[in-house]
């Protein structure tokens, strides 16, 4: 059973008509980065619950979640007309495992992203702890339109602190853009670009692919990295090179 403890609203900005994010204080145990919390509202009598990635670092005591609309969902639209006062609930304890201590030595760490799927890996880089074992990393964040990266000040503003170990892509579907790649992850890595972009490979022999969010890319993803360059899904008992969490 879950232990609930209740957070309070402190801040609550729109990036889009469906992508929001909200802060919030709560008295909750600490995290992990990569983890998630659940985060609840009752509603009509019933407790409705969903897993959301924490968004900032573990270190800040200001609890941040990026969240999409999700047209006829019965939760994601009830958080968006939450105002800064208002409360809800919130796991004491956080979970997941798709986090950097799952993740076995190499070279380059790829961190694929859709959507609010950023999150987690804002949370690790953010943190910036244990990541010295990595030469590069880097992060791609794919949306349909250049209004959904959201988060590019955070991502450009990491890009500097790290000072060339991080490279950022950012890659749109549904625009072409003169700063974004075009298209989808999956044919980007099968016709090369995104290693063009990066500057770098992903290979068997010195990579690691962490994926999060839409479950169809992180399908599709998973089939092109085995297919086209023979990596495996990492498991703790069967080590890999594909570790994943699929939103939904
Ligand atoms: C580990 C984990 C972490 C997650 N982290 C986040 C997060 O940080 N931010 C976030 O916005 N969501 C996140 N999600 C998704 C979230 O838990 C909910 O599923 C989502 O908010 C929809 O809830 P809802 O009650 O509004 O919709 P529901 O009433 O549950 O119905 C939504 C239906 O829409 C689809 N759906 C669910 N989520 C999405 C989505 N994001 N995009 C498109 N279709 C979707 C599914 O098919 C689902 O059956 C995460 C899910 C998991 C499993
Ligand atoms: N983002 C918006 O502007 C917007 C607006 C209104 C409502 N919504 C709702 O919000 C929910 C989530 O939307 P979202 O835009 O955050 O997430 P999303 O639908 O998962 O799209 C994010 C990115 O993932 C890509 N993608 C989808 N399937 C893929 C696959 N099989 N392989 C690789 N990439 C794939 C999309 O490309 P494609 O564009 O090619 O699909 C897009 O670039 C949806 O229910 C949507 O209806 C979103």
Request: proline share 5%.
């Amino acid at each position: 059973m879950a232990n609930w403890v209740t957070g309070k609203i402190i801040e609550t900005r729109f990036w889009t008509e469906t992508l929001f994010s909200l802060t919030l204080n709560a008295p909750i145990k600490p995290f992990i980065a990569g983890q998630y919390a659940k985060l609840a509202l009752d509603i009509e009598g019933e407790r409705i619950q969903r897993a959301y990635s924490y968004v900032n670092s573990p270190d800040d005591d200001r609890l941040e979640f990026y969240f999409v609309i999700v047209p006829e969902g019965r939760l994601s639209p009830k958080l968006a007309a939450l105002k800064p006062g208002d409360s809800l609930q919130i796991t004491e304890d956080a979970a997941g495992f798709f986090i950097l201590d799952e993740i076995p030595e190499c070279k380059t760490l790829w961190m694929l992203s859709t959507g609010t799927a950023i999150g987690p890996f804002l949370s690790i880089l953010q943190q910036g702890k244990n990541l010295d074992r990595f030469e590069h990393i880097v992060l791609v964040h794919a949306v349909r339109y250049s209004s959904d990266l959201s988060y590019l000040p955070l991502m450009e503003q990491l890009q500097q602190s790290y000072a060339g170990k991080l490279k950022i892509i950012t890659v749109v579907s549904r625009e072409k853009t003169g700063s974004s790649l075009m298209g989808r992850i999956p044919a980007l890595i099968e016709n090369g670009n995104l290693e063009t972009a990066a500057g770098l490979s992903i290979s068997p022999s010195d990579s690691h692919v962490m994926l999060c969010g839409n479950p169809e890319m992180v399908r599709d993803t998973r089939d092109i990295l085995q297919s086209t360059r023979e990596m495996k899904k990492h498991l703790r008992r069967k080590p890999g090179h594909i570790s994943s969490e699929q939103y939904w």
